[in-house]
């Protein structure tokens, strides 16, 4: 069974992958949060710091995500809802328009349809 610990590292390189487009210093830029100390969470030495608490509720308010989110495993998730949950909030929006039209544009074709 993982650690806590396991799934906040495998949960932060998830978000760095697909919020962050892969670049931990383009998540540390937009979070505050040392490009350092990101590394070395990663790193496969002694030298290797976990995600404690202060920092997973620290990463989940940077990133508008929900609380404890860092401690429930997401890596592995095949769930849209929670993938669009992910990204930053001017993403969230454009899914949401697109989704908006694609179900006006289903809704009006349905209309014609049934004329």
């Known amino acids: 069974?993982?650690?806590?610990?396991?799934?906040?590292?495998?949960?932060?390189?998830?978000?760095?992958?697909?919020?962050?487009?892969?670049?931990?210093?383009?998540?540390?830029?937009?979070?505050?949060?040392?490009?350092?100390?990101?590394?070395?969470?990663?790193l496969n030495s002694d030298n290797r710091r976990e995600v404690g608490d202060r920092l997973a509720r620290r990463i989940e308010e940077a990133c508008s995500l929900e609380p404890a989110w860092m401690d429930t495993d997401h890596s592995r998730s095949d769930d849209l809802a929670e993938r669009i949950q992910m990204l930053d909030l001017n993403s969230r929006q454009a899914v949401e328009k697109i989704v908006d039209a694609m179900i006006i544009t289903r809704a009006e074709s349905a209309a014609k349809g049934s004329d």
């Open 1 to 42: 069974m993982r650690t806590v610990y396991e799934i906040r590292r495998e949960n932060l390189k998830y978000l760095i992958q697909v919020r962050y487009k892969g670049v931990p210093n383009q998540m540390a830029k937009q979070t505050g949060i040392a490009q350092m100390q990101l590394a070395r969470i990663f």
